[in-house]
């Protein structure tokens, strides 16, 4: 985070005060509206109309990219966790089918999917009594 000269590492503490509850890294539109117009507030060092070392034009230019910024991070969760859905979902759907996997040891096993499980929002399958990845299956049957 660029922080103009003229502000202090205490004037930033005053802006954040949940702090201690957010990494350093996580600031939201409302905080990066506050320091920009602590630093637009500030005289200029060289006496320009725009204060805190950059001109209306520069702080604009930040405040669309952080929000594009927010806009991206937001979306990818989004995905994410649509991906994980659609991957339950197509678990689910396979217990009862007969299902040829390859084993890390380039092995084939063939059988029914037994039951289906998930650990850490990531599904896997029971075949044989053994569990496997989805990315393991390279056929399905009826």
Do not use: C, H, W
């Amino acid at each position: 985070m660029i922080v103009p000269p003229q502000m202090t590492i205490g004037s930033l503490n005053q802006i954040t005060p949940e702090a201690d509850t957010k990494q350093n890294s996580d600031l939201d539109m409302e905080q990066f509206l506050m320091i920009i117009s602590k630093a637009m507030s500030m005289p200029s060092l060289d006496g320009g109309s725009g204060g805190g070392g950059g001109n209306e034009t520069d702080y604009i230019g930040q405040m669309v990219q952080f929000g594009m910024l927010n806009q991206m991070q937001e979306l990818t969760e989004t995905m994410q966790t649509t991906m994980l859905m659609t991957q339950q979902q197509q678990a689910l759907s396979m217990v009862g089918k007969e299902v040829t996997l390859k084993t890390d040891a380039d092995q084939l096993v063939s059988g029914a999917v037994e039951k289906v499980r998930f650990d850490n929002g990531y599904a896997t399958i029971q075949v044989n009594g053994a569990q496997y990845s989805l990315n393991s299956i390279i056929e399905v049957g009826a």
